[in-house]
């Protein structure tokens, strides 16, 4: 059973089963070891066969790709929909298109809204739900604990038949070891990854960025590193004893990587993922107190950054996730202590981290590419392929068209872009998710030919 | 100079001495009969206090008056804030008024550069959370240097609560530009990594404290207790109080009040003539007025000290 609903049946995304000749792109697939200019030909939403000068089956649409690359779609693992209760800030439709916007071809999102996904009931409406308006798949994690109170644990067997991608209290902590470690024993029944928001209320307290020379400049109170760290530490240690699968979320820390290493070199079982912010910015950028730049965990020092690019490189850090947190702009046109935490990520991630780690050269595309497409991985969803016999799920992307994010608005219903305003380079033309057009830019022109 | 007082960053030395030779001016018709200058006569200053203060605000009020504004105070209680409209509401509305200065208190971090975007008055910091209070640190460099004329090398003592205090923060940077070598000194939890950054050093003890030219004492919040940030007040005080045991004859001693007596300063010290906290007290006003004045009149009006108290002279309007 795919645990991912799409409203390709109810009519949003193009047609199902697509029929194109994708002529001349750079395909890039460094999984499946293509790395080539082809055409590629998708025959009924699968990949049918890659080849110099494929002819145009009849009824196909021919997308003329020069100089373009093209990627297998991208999988982001943690995105909020706010569906259900805040759909002023985002909705399934409006989250969805965000991220074919980005090149995603399937995302997951959080169960922080309100209500809670926490009862089967609640789950099954939203996936129906997904089913009417979700440009691409989409999959819904379960809360872990009741109201995400820490306390009981949902009915995660109920749930999981149900189709919960997963499950987790992400926006906080699972305080209390016992409580987690009861969840981990009880995956043995309902299966599903655990995936975690780390951090140490006691230690981050009314934190509103990370704790270093810059929140002592600007007074404001600090969230240390080690909030985050000492309960990966805690968590890795309840995962191995119980044998557990626990997935980190948005890896912010140097010591948190650190100790992910030592974990996996152990054969603990657990996977992690780093934000586009995290991986570009760093509390220096919260010297403005543009509150574009508070999250949890906060923008943490120009080490932490560092430690993270290398855990990307290293693989300690599975996957890039964008943590996608919509809200609205009177909530966040409020002075930084004030203002709720989260940016928006879908729509800039690619060119974001394309613009900031690979034109320097600081790591390569295929990097880059690998860590955005295995973001299901962890939550048993498996990467796109370019290679023949799988479902198209394919972003065609200009690695050189310059533009400054927001300028032509966005798909999603909130603005609060970390990177709105920024020069990036590298624009994502077209989205292919489970075989159906999910994105065309409006500047790209695309012949239909009978 | 910039149009608004967000910071100290926003001052450079020359500013300071500039801002504090206006303020000296201004002392002189503050010793007059008729306190007032016509400077801003017409103009509306608005006070828009978000959190309670008692000197901030009147020596603000008195300030404005002085210079002849036309002055509004809206305080967070009892006004629109109440009913929960937002600050930038709030600043809108106030703005639509055309004030010259908004003068802005607030209990959060960034909140006067925030107002500074939605209004096209001056808006002057009045204190805005843990993070800075320039006017404060004006007025405190203005006192000593009455006391003291340069503070080229002079050693000061920050001494107390550093983390919760907006004091502190502007103090550093205003103490040093002037070229005081500032330290700070307090327990170890009251005390943000990282602060040495801002160009001090950091004691935990008052072992060194002799070396001191200036204790700056900051107050003790008594709800820090809660926090666990101390053990204790008593226990507070034996490590850190400044008393006649501690404070040397040749030390002056500061102290921006309210003093909570007995906690971070000892009765005998306070009323020592050691002490600038009325000093400092009285400056407030002078060096509020000087920085209204830059931000407002200074320029377009010619520059010379000697301009408000030749304007002094004429006939006020009441």
Redesign the interface.
């Given at each position: 059973m795919t645990v991912l609903e799409h409203g390709v049946s109810g009519g949003l995304a193009e047609r199902p089963g697509a029929t194109l000749l994708v002529r001349g792109a750079r395909l890039l697939d460094p999984r499946a070891g293509i790395d080539g200019t082809a055409d590629l030909l998708i025959r009924d939403g699968e990949i049918a066969q890659q080849g110099d000068a494929l002819e145009l089956p009849k009824g196909a649409e021919l997308v003329d790709a020069a100089g373009l690359h093209a990627f297998p779609a991208f999988v982001d693992p943690h995105v909020h929909l706010r569906t259900p209760g805040r759909e002023d800030e985002e909705d399934i439709d409006s989250g969805s298109r965000a991220a074919a916007a980005g090149g995603y071809c399937a995302i997951l999102a959080m169960p922080n809204t309100d209500p809670l996904v926490d009862t089967a009931s609640v789950l099954r409406s939203l996936r129906e739900r997904g089913r009417a308006e979700a440009r691409v798949p989409t999959g819904f994690l379960a809360a872990i604990t009741r109201g995400q109170q820490g306390e009981q644990l949902t009915e995660m067997a109920e749930l999981g038949e149900a189709g919960a991608a997963a499950f987790t209290d992400d926006g906080l902590p699972v305080r209390s070891a016992g409580v987690l470690r009861q969840a981990l024993q009880y995956q043995r029944l309902c299966g599903g990854v655990l995936a975690l928001h780390e951090e140490d209320p006691t230690l981050s307290g009314e934190g509103a960025m990370h704790?270093?020379?810059?929140?002592?400049?600007?007074?404001?109170a600090?969230i240390?590193s080690v909030s985050e760290s000492t309960m990966v530490a805690r968590d890795c240690s309840l995962a191995a004893y119980e044998g557990g699968r626990i997935h980190v979320q948005h890896v912010s820390a140097r010591e948190t990587v650190e100790i992910l290493d030592r974990a996996r070199q152990a054969g603990v079982q657990v996977t992690a993922e780093a934000t586009p912010h995290h991986l570009l910015l760093t509390d220096e950028a919260v010297r403005s107190?543009d509150t574009n730049f508070k999250m949890n965990p906060p923008l943490r020092s120009e080490a932490d950054r560092q430690a993270l690019i290398e855990g990307l490189r290293s693989g300690v850090l599975d996957c890039v996730a964008t943590d996608h947190a919509p809200h609205a702009r009177?909530e966040k046109?409020?002075?930084?202590?004030?203002a709720p935490m989260g940016v928006t990520g879908l729509e800039t991630a690619f060119a974001a981290l394309n613009t900031g780690l690979v034109r320097p050269g600081v790591i390569d595309l295929a990097l880059l590419v690998e860590r955005l497409t295995a973001g299901g991985e962890p939550f048993g969803v498996p990467a796109p392929s370019l290679a023949p016999g799988f479902a198209a799920n394919v972003c065609l992307v200009d690695l050189d068209s310059e533009w400054e994010a927001g300028e032509a608005g966005w798909e999603s219903r909130s603005s609060n872009c970390a990177f709105a305003g920024r020069r990036l380079t590298g624009r994502v033309r077209m989205t292919i998710a489970a075989g159906a057009v999910a994105y065309r830019e409006r500047s790209f022109a695309l012949e239909a030919v009978r | 100079m910039n149009r608004h007082l967000l910071s100290i960053d926003d001052l450079s030395r020359g500013d300071i001495e500039r801002i504090l030779g206006r303020a000296e001016s201004f002392a002189e018709v503050s010793g007059r009969e008729i306190k007032k200058v016509p400077t801003l006569r017409g103009r509306t200053v608005i006070n828009l206090f978000y959190e309670a203060s008692t000197r901030t605000s009147s020596s603000f009020e008195l300030a404005a008056k002085r210079l002849s504004a036309d002055l509004v105070s809206v305080k967070a209680q009892g006004s629109a804030v109440d009913k929960g409209e937002s600050l930038k509401d709030t600043v809108q509305t106030l703005s639509a008024y055309d004030p010259a200065a908004i003068v802005f208190r607030s209990p959060h971090a960034g909140a006067a550069a925030l107002v500074a975007r939605w209004t096209r008055a001056s808006v002057v910091n009045a204190g805005d959370g843990k993070h800075e209070h320039p006017t404060q640190a004006l007025l405190d460099v203005y006192a000593l240097r009455r006391r003291l004329g340069s503070l080229d090398g002079v050693k000061l003592w920050i001494v107390g609560d550093v983390l919760h205090s907006r004091v502190a923060r502007s103090g550093i940077l205003a103490f040093s530009r002037m070229g005081c070598e500032v330290t700070v000194c307090g327990p170890p939890t009251l005390i943000p990594r990282g602060i040495e950054t801002l160009g001090c050093r950091v004691r935990t003890t008052l072992d060194e404290l002799g070396e001191a030219d200036v204790v700056y004492a900051l107050r003790m919040q008594r709800e820090r207790m809660s926090g666990s940030f101390v053990p204790s007040l008593r226990e507070y005080a034996a490590c850190y109080q400044i008393d006649g045991r501690r404070l040397g004859p040749n030390q002056l001693l500061m102290h921006p009040g309210p003093v909570n007596r007995g906690v971070e300063l000892a009765a005998e010290v306070i009323d020592s003539p050691q002490a600038l906290i009325t000093r400092q007290v009285e400056s407030g006003v002078v060096v509020r007025m000087a920085v209204l004045y830059e931000l407002l009149a200074g320029h377009t009006a010619p520059a010379g000290a000697r301009e408000p108290t030749g304007e002094a002279t004429e006939p006020q309007p009441a």
């Open positions: 704790e270093g020379d810059i929140s002592a400049r600007l007074g404001l600090g240390p107190l009177e046109e409020h002075p930084f202590e004030l | -």
